[in-house]
Protein backbone atom coordinates (compact mmCIF):
# COMPACT_ATOMS: atom_id res chain seq x y z
CA UNK A 1 0.00 0.00 0.00
CA UNK A 2 1.19 3.63 -0.91
CA UNK A 3 2.39 6.23 2.07
CA UNK A 4 -0.50 8.55 3.00
CA UNK A 5 0.04 12.07 1.43
CA UNK A 6 -1.01 14.66 3.54
CA UNK A 7 -2.54 17.88 1.43
CA UNK A 8 -2.70 20.64 4.25
CA UNK A 9 -6.28 22.29 4.25
CA UNK A 10 -8.54 24.14 7.05
CA UNK A 11 -10.02 21.05 8.64
CA UNK A 12 -13.03 22.98 9.74
CA UNK A 13 -14.23 23.38 6.31
CA UNK A 14 -13.70 19.61 4.72
CA UNK A 15 -16.01 19.94 2.19
CA UNK A 16 -17.97 22.34 -1.02
CA UNK A 17 -20.90 22.97 1.51
CA UNK A 18 -18.96 23.44 4.27
CA UNK A 19 -17.15 26.27 2.21
CA UNK A 20 -20.42 27.49 0.36
CA UNK A 21 -21.99 27.95 3.81
CA UNK A 22 -18.89 30.03 5.59
CA UNK A 23 -19.20 32.11 2.13
CA UNK A 24 -22.55 32.97 2.20
CA UNK A 25 -22.51 34.58 5.43
CA UNK A 26 -19.30 36.94 3.76
CA UNK A 27 -20.54 37.94 0.25
CA UNK A 28 -23.14 40.07 -0.54
CA UNK A 29 -26.58 38.75 -1.57
CA UNK A 30 -26.79 39.89 -4.98
CA UNK A 31 -23.26 38.65 -5.85
CA UNK A 32 -23.70 35.26 -4.36
CA UNK A 33 -26.56 35.29 -6.12
CA UNK A 34 -24.86 35.97 -9.05
CA UNK A 35 -22.41 32.89 -8.23
CA UNK A 36 -25.36 30.70 -7.64
CA UNK A 37 -28.01 31.16 -10.15
CA UNK A 38 -29.14 29.24 -13.05
CA UNK A 39 -31.00 29.53 -16.05
CA UNK A 40 -34.62 30.12 -15.54
CA UNK A 41 -36.43 27.71 -13.18
CA UNK A 42 -32.75 26.23 -12.71
CA UNK A 43 -33.85 22.75 -13.37
CA UNK A 44 -30.42 21.94 -15.43
CA UNK A 45 -28.47 23.64 -12.80
CA UNK A 46 -29.88 20.80 -10.43
CA UNK A 47 -29.24 18.14 -13.03
CA UNK A 48 -25.86 18.93 -13.19
CA UNK A 49 -25.18 17.72 -9.53
CA UNK A 50 -27.87 14.99 -9.06
CA UNK A 51 -26.85 12.89 -12.20
CA UNK A 52 -23.46 12.10 -10.44
CA UNK A 53 -25.13 10.12 -7.79
CA UNK A 54 -26.11 6.92 -10.84
CA UNK A 55 -22.47 6.73 -11.23
CA UNK A 56 -21.38 4.15 -9.36
CA UNK A 57 -17.85 2.49 -8.72
CA UNK A 58 -16.59 -0.78 -7.54
CA UNK A 59 -13.45 -1.29 -5.19
CA UNK A 60 -10.70 -4.23 -5.30
CA UNK A 61 -9.91 -4.54 -1.38
CA UNK A 62 -7.65 -7.21 -2.08
CA UNK A 63 -5.68 -6.13 -5.02
CA UNK A 64 -2.30 -4.87 -4.05
CA UNK A 65 -1.14 -1.31 -6.20
CA UNK A 66 2.12 0.47 -6.38
CA UNK A 67 2.72 4.70 -5.41
CA UNK A 68 -0.82 6.62 -6.09
CA UNK A 69 -0.40 9.05 -8.41
CA UNK A 70 -2.76 11.37 -9.52
CA UNK A 71 -0.99 13.84 -12.03
CA UNK A 72 -2.23 13.93 -15.63
CA UNK A 73 -0.52 15.34 -18.85
CA UNK A 74 -2.27 17.24 -21.45
CA UNK A 75 -1.32 18.87 -24.00
CA UNK A 76 2.11 18.07 -23.40
CA UNK A 77 1.91 19.75 -19.67
CA UNK A 78 1.92 17.79 -16.07
CA UNK A 79 -0.35 18.80 -13.83
CA UNK A 80 -0.11 17.66 -10.52
CA UNK A 81 -3.97 16.95 -10.29
CA UNK A 82 -6.65 15.67 -12.93
CA UNK A 83 -8.79 19.22 -12.45
CA UNK A 84 -8.10 22.99 -12.86
CA UNK A 85 -10.34 26.30 -12.00
CA UNK A 86 -13.51 27.34 -14.52
CA UNK A 87 -13.45 30.35 -16.09
CA UNK A 88 -16.04 32.31 -14.23
CA UNK A 89 -16.66 36.36 -15.22
CA UNK A 90 -16.97 38.99 -12.49
CA UNK A 91 -14.85 36.81 -9.92
CA UNK A 92 -13.98 40.60 -8.39
CA UNK A 93 -17.33 41.24 -7.86
CA UNK A 94 -17.88 38.15 -5.82
CA UNK A 95 -14.73 37.93 -3.91
CA UNK A 96 -12.80 40.88 -4.20
CA UNK A 97 -8.79 39.84 -5.74
CA UNK A 98 -10.14 36.43 -6.47
CA UNK A 99 -9.19 35.50 -10.13
CA UNK A 100 -5.42 36.74 -8.22
CA UNK A 101 -5.43 34.75 -5.57
CA UNK A 102 -7.06 31.70 -7.70
CA UNK A 103 -4.12 32.24 -9.99
CA UNK A 104 -1.58 32.44 -7.52
CA UNK A 105 -3.35 28.98 -5.88
CA UNK A 106 -2.95 27.18 -9.23
CA UNK A 107 0.64 28.10 -9.94
CA UNK A 108 2.13 26.89 -6.35
CA UNK A 109 -0.17 23.63 -6.36
CA UNK A 110 0.14 23.09 -10.53
CA UNK A 111 -3.02 23.02 -11.59
CA UNK A 112 -4.47 25.06 -14.41
CA UNK A 113 -6.84 28.49 -13.71
CA UNK A 114 -8.44 29.41 -16.66
CA UNK A 115 -8.93 33.66 -16.88
CA UNK A 116 -12.78 34.53 -18.62
CA UNK A 117 -12.64 37.61 -21.51
CA UNK A 118 -15.35 39.29 -18.96
CA UNK A 119 -13.28 38.62 -15.56
CA UNK A 120 -12.15 41.27 -13.50
CA UNK A 121 -8.75 41.13 -14.05
CA UNK A 122 -6.23 41.32 -17.16
CA UNK A 123 -4.46 39.57 -19.29
CA UNK A 124 -1.11 40.64 -18.10
CA UNK A 125 -1.59 40.83 -14.22
CA UNK A 126 -3.18 36.90 -14.34
CA UNK A 127 0.26 35.87 -16.86
CA UNK A 128 2.79 37.15 -13.51
CA UNK A 129 0.03 35.91 -10.96
CA UNK A 130 0.35 32.38 -12.49
CA UNK A 131 3.43 32.44 -13.57
CA UNK A 132 2.75 32.18 -17.02
CA UNK A 133 0.61 28.83 -16.59
CA UNK A 134 -3.00 30.05 -16.63
CA UNK A 135 -5.04 28.86 -19.75
CA UNK A 136 -7.82 31.75 -21.64
CA UNK A 137 -11.69 31.35 -22.33
CA UNK A 138 -12.31 34.05 -25.51
CA UNK A 139 -15.41 35.07 -25.65
CA UNK A 140 -15.83 35.72 -29.18
CA UNK A 141 -15.80 39.49 -29.70
CA UNK A 142 -18.27 41.09 -32.57
CA UNK A 143 -15.45 42.85 -34.58
CA UNK A 144 -12.03 40.50 -35.83
CA UNK A 145 -9.68 44.09 -34.53
CA UNK A 146 -10.66 42.69 -31.11
CA UNK A 147 -10.27 39.31 -31.47
CA UNK A 148 -6.71 39.46 -32.99
CA UNK A 149 -5.59 42.40 -30.15
CA UNK A 150 -6.61 39.88 -27.62
CA UNK A 151 -4.76 36.69 -29.42
CA UNK A 152 -1.66 39.41 -29.53
CA UNK A 153 -1.60 39.66 -26.05
CA UNK A 154 -1.97 36.23 -25.12
CA UNK A 155 1.00 35.38 -27.65
CA UNK A 156 3.01 37.53 -26.07
CA UNK A 157 2.60 36.67 -22.10
CA UNK A 158 2.90 32.65 -23.93
CA UNK A 159 -0.32 31.58 -22.40
CA UNK A 160 -0.47 27.80 -23.17
CA UNK A 161 -3.80 27.27 -23.96
CA UNK A 162 -6.47 29.30 -25.45
CA UNK A 163 -10.66 27.98 -24.20
CA UNK A 164 -13.09 29.82 -26.83
CA UNK A 165 -16.57 29.88 -25.20
CA UNK A 166 -19.29 28.55 -27.56
CA UNK A 167 -22.36 28.44 -25.71
CA UNK A 168 -23.00 32.18 -25.26
CA UNK A 169 -24.87 33.19 -28.48
CA UNK A 170 -27.18 35.39 -25.63
CA UNK A 171 -27.02 35.93 -22.30
CA UNK A 172 -29.17 33.00 -20.21
CA UNK A 173 -32.35 34.29 -18.85
CA UNK A 174 -31.29 34.28 -15.13
CA UNK A 175 -34.99 35.85 -13.15
CA UNK A 176 -32.24 36.82 -9.43
CA UNK A 177 -30.04 38.77 -11.90
CA UNK A 178 -32.46 40.48 -13.11
CA UNK A 179 -33.85 41.22 -10.19
CA UNK A 180 -30.49 42.54 -8.34
CA UNK A 181 -29.24 44.57 -11.27
CA UNK A 182 -26.06 41.72 -12.28
CA UNK A 183 -27.69 40.83 -15.85
CA UNK A 184 -24.84 42.32 -18.50
CA UNK A 185 -23.61 44.48 -17.89
CA UNK A 186 -23.79 44.57 -13.91
CA UNK A 187 -24.96 47.80 -12.22
CA UNK A 188 -25.49 48.79 -8.56
CA UNK A 189 -28.75 49.89 -6.95
CA UNK A 190 -29.68 50.76 -3.74
CA UNK A 191 -30.55 47.52 -2.02
CA UNK A 192 -26.95 45.92 -3.15
CA UNK A 193 -25.32 49.20 -1.92
CA UNK A 194 -27.15 48.14 1.74
CA UNK A 195 -26.43 44.53 0.86
CA UNK A 196 -22.69 45.48 0.53
CA UNK A 197 -22.38 47.79 3.78
CA UNK A 198 -23.58 45.13 5.67
CA UNK A 199 -20.78 42.54 4.79
CA UNK A 200 -17.55 44.68 6.17
CA UNK A 201 -14.71 42.18 4.95
CA UNK A 202 -16.34 42.16 1.59
CA UNK A 203 -16.56 46.02 1.15
CA UNK A 204 -13.14 46.83 3.21
CA UNK A 205 -11.52 44.44 0.61
CA UNK A 206 -13.36 46.16 -2.10
CA UNK A 207 -12.21 49.40 -0.72
CA UNK A 208 -7.95 47.92 -0.89
CA UNK A 209 -8.29 46.16 -4.11
CA UNK A 210 -10.92 48.93 -5.95
CA UNK A 211 -14.00 48.58 -7.57
CA UNK A 212 -14.43 45.77 -9.84
CA UNK A 213 -13.62 46.37 -13.54
CA UNK A 214 -13.52 44.30 -17.07
CA UNK A 215 -9.64 43.48 -16.19
CA UNK A 216 -9.40 42.32 -20.20
CA UNK A 217 -11.07 44.69 -22.04
CA UNK A 218 -10.32 48.06 -20.18
CA UNK A 219 -7.52 48.92 -23.10
CA UNK A 220 -10.81 49.10 -25.30
CA UNK A 221 -12.90 50.93 -23.16
CA UNK A 222 -13.26 54.65 -23.06
CA UNK A 223 -12.64 56.12 -19.45
CA UNK A 224 -15.35 57.37 -17.29
CA UNK A 225 -18.31 55.19 -19.30
CA UNK A 226 -21.17 55.30 -17.26
CA UNK A 227 -23.65 52.43 -17.04
CA UNK A 228 -25.82 52.97 -19.78
CA UNK A 229 -22.27 53.60 -21.56
CA UNK A 230 -21.22 50.54 -20.52
CA UNK A 231 -24.02 48.60 -21.68
CA UNK A 232 -24.04 49.51 -25.07
CA UNK A 233 -20.33 48.97 -25.14
CA UNK A 234 -20.82 45.33 -24.37
CA UNK A 235 -23.33 44.96 -26.87
CA UNK A 236 -21.36 46.10 -29.83
CA UNK A 237 -18.77 43.66 -28.36
CA UNK A 238 -20.23 40.53 -27.99
CA UNK A 239 -23.53 40.46 -29.90
CA UNK A 240 -23.36 37.44 -32.18
CA UNK A 241 -22.97 33.76 -31.79
CA UNK A 242 -19.48 31.60 -32.67
CA UNK A 243 -20.14 29.23 -35.73
CA UNK A 244 -17.93 27.08 -37.37
CA UNK A 245 -16.19 29.96 -40.02
CA UNK A 246 -15.28 31.93 -36.65
CA UNK A 247 -13.63 29.32 -35.31
CA UNK A 248 -11.63 28.35 -38.02
CA UNK A 249 -10.42 31.73 -38.52
CA UNK A 250 -8.79 31.21 -34.72
CA UNK A 251 -7.22 27.85 -35.15
CA UNK A 252 -5.71 29.05 -38.59
CA UNK A 253 -4.16 32.02 -35.97
CA UNK A 254 -3.95 30.04 -32.99
CA UNK A 255 -1.33 27.82 -33.64
CA UNK A 256 -1.29 26.25 -29.53
CA UNK A 257 -3.95 24.19 -28.09
CA UNK A 258 -7.19 25.47 -29.30
CA UNK A 259 -9.95 24.17 -26.75
CA UNK A 260 -13.76 24.78 -27.30
CA UNK A 261 -15.76 24.61 -23.94
CA UNK A 262 -19.77 24.56 -24.35
CA UNK A 263 -19.97 21.33 -26.96
CA UNK A 264 -22.30 18.52 -25.78
CA UNK A 265 -23.54 17.09 -29.02
CA UNK A 266 -22.38 14.53 -31.56
CA UNK A 267 -23.00 17.64 -34.56
CA UNK A 268 -20.91 19.95 -32.71
CA UNK A 269 -17.47 17.30 -31.67
CA UNK A 270 -17.54 16.12 -35.33
CA UNK A 271 -17.13 19.83 -36.84
CA UNK A 272 -14.75 20.31 -34.13
CA UNK A 273 -12.76 16.97 -35.31
CA UNK A 274 -13.20 18.40 -38.83
CA UNK A 275 -11.53 21.96 -37.81
CA UNK A 276 -8.54 20.66 -36.15
CA UNK A 277 -9.41 21.67 -32.41
CA UNK A 278 -7.24 19.80 -30.00
CA UNK A 279 -9.97 19.24 -27.07
CA UNK A 280 -13.16 19.88 -25.89
CA UNK A 281 -14.45 21.04 -22.42
CA UNK A 282 -18.29 19.80 -22.12
CA UNK A 283 -20.13 22.03 -20.07
CA UNK A 284 -23.32 23.62 -20.50
CA UNK A 285 -21.76 26.88 -18.69
CA UNK A 286 -22.59 25.42 -14.76
CA UNK A 287 -26.87 25.46 -15.94
CA UNK A 288 -26.93 29.29 -16.94
CA UNK A 289 -27.55 28.93 -20.42
CA UNK A 290 -30.34 26.25 -21.23
CA UNK A 291 -32.51 24.95 -18.30
CA UNK A 292 -34.05 22.61 -20.87
CA UNK A 293 -30.92 20.53 -22.08
CA UNK A 294 -29.57 17.77 -20.12
CA UNK A 295 -26.40 18.05 -17.44
CA UNK A 296 -23.18 18.07 -18.40
CA UNK A 297 -21.96 14.63 -17.35
CA UNK A 298 -24.89 13.33 -19.57
CA UNK A 299 -23.54 15.07 -22.55
CA UNK A 300 -19.77 13.51 -21.63
CA UNK A 301 -21.27 10.14 -20.93
CA UNK A 302 -22.10 9.82 -24.58
CA UNK A 303 -19.49 11.78 -26.44
CA UNK A 304 -16.53 10.08 -24.67
CA UNK A 305 -18.12 6.49 -25.34
CA UNK A 306 -17.65 7.31 -29.03
CA UNK A 307 -14.18 5.97 -29.62
CA UNK A 308 -14.33 7.66 -32.71
CA UNK A 309 -13.94 11.12 -31.31
CA UNK A 310 -12.06 10.13 -28.06
CA UNK A 311 -9.24 8.69 -30.43
CA UNK A 312 -8.98 11.67 -32.10
CA UNK A 313 -9.82 14.89 -29.47
CA UNK A 314 -9.06 15.77 -25.95
CA UNK A 315 -12.46 15.26 -24.18
CA UNK A 316 -13.09 17.42 -20.92
CA UNK A 317 -15.55 18.34 -18.62
CA UNK A 318 -17.29 21.23 -17.38
CA UNK A 319 -19.81 21.41 -13.99
CA UNK A 320 -21.79 19.96 -11.51
CA UNK A 321 -18.77 18.41 -9.74
CA UNK A 322 -18.20 18.67 -6.02
CA UNK A 323 -16.34 16.41 -4.73
CA UNK A 324 -13.79 14.14 -5.52
CA UNK A 325 -15.73 11.35 -5.60
CA UNK A 326 -17.60 13.02 -8.32
CA UNK A 327 -14.08 13.34 -10.25
CA UNK A 328 -13.52 10.00 -9.84
CA UNK A 329 -16.94 9.55 -11.29
CA UNK A 330 -16.13 11.86 -14.22
CA UNK A 331 -13.03 9.98 -14.83
CA UNK A 332 -14.55 6.29 -14.88
CA UNK A 333 -16.97 7.59 -17.95
CA UNK A 334 -14.36 8.75 -19.61
CA UNK A 335 -13.37 12.33 -18.64
CA UNK A 336 -9.38 13.01 -19.66
CA UNK A 337 -9.65 16.22 -17.32
CA UNK A 338 -12.09 18.26 -15.33
CA UNK A 339 -12.87 21.93 -14.60
CA UNK A 340 -14.80 22.97 -11.79
CA UNK A 341 -15.69 26.87 -10.96
CA UNK A 342 -18.25 27.91 -8.13
CA UNK A 343 -16.37 25.73 -5.63
CA UNK A 344 -13.18 27.28 -6.10
CA UNK A 345 -15.35 30.96 -5.43
CA UNK A 346 -16.85 29.42 -2.34
CA UNK A 347 -13.20 28.74 -1.00
CA UNK A 348 -11.89 32.25 -1.55
CA UNK A 349 -15.58 34.02 -0.59
CA UNK A 350 -15.08 32.22 3.23
CA UNK A 351 -11.08 31.42 3.82
CA UNK A 352 -10.05 34.94 0.94
CA UNK A 353 -6.61 34.85 0.21
CA UNK A 354 -6.35 30.94 1.87
CA UNK A 355 -9.48 29.85 0.16
CA UNK A 356 -7.46 28.62 -3.38
CA UNK A 357 -4.54 26.77 -1.84
CA UNK A 358 -7.57 25.67 0.81
CA UNK A 359 -9.89 24.02 -1.72
CA UNK A 360 -7.23 22.62 -4.27
CA UNK A 361 -5.73 20.57 -1.58
CA UNK A 362 -9.33 19.81 -0.37
CA UNK A 363 -10.21 18.09 -3.76
CA UNK A 364 -6.82 16.31 -3.52
CA UNK A 365 -7.36 14.81 -0.42
CA UNK A 366 -10.48 13.63 -1.32
CA UNK A 367 -9.56 12.41 -4.65
CA UNK A 368 -6.23 10.33 -2.56
CA UNK A 369 -8.54 8.41 -0.51
CA UNK A 370 -11.34 7.14 -3.23
CA UNK A 371 -8.02 6.04 -4.89
CA UNK A 372 -7.65 4.21 -2.11
CA UNK A 373 -10.76 2.92 -1.63
CA UNK A 374 -10.58 1.63 -5.29
CA UNK A 375 -7.58 0.61 -5.10
CA UNK A 376 -5.93 2.09 -7.98
CA UNK A 377 -3.07 4.62 -8.63
CA UNK A 378 -3.28 6.32 -11.46
CA UNK A 379 -6.02 8.32 -12.84
CA UNK A 380 -6.54 6.74 -16.18
CA UNK A 381 -7.58 3.32 -13.93
CA UNK A 382 -10.80 4.92 -12.84
CA UNK A 383 -13.03 3.25 -16.36
CA UNK A 384 -11.81 -0.20 -14.78
CA UNK A 385 -13.78 0.73 -11.25
CA UNK A 386 -17.51 1.43 -12.91
CA UNK A 387 -20.18 -0.74 -12.45
CA UNK A 388 -22.42 -1.52 -15.57
Known amino acids: MSKKLIFPYNSKYPSVEDLRKKAKTRIPKFAFDYLEGGANEGLNLSRNETDFDDILLKPYYLKKIDEIDMSVEIFGQKYAAPFGISPIGLQGLMWPNAPEILAKASAKLKIPYTLSTVSTAGIENIAKASEGTFWFQL ?148 GRQIDAGESSIRSLIKLASNPSYSSKIKIMLDGGMRSGVDLARAHAVGSEFNFMGRPFMYGVGALGDEGGEHTINMFKTHLYQIMQQLSIDRIDKFPERLLP
Not at 204 to 224: A, D, H, R, S, W
Not at 250 to 256: L, T
Open 139 to 286: YHPTENRLRDDILDRLKAVECPVLVVLVDVPAFGLRYKEIKSGLSMPPKMNIENIFQAFSHPTWSLKTLQYGIPNFGVLKPYMEKGMDMSQLGQFMNRTFTGKVDAEKVKAIRDIWKGPLVLKGITTQEDIEECIKIGVDGIIVSNHG
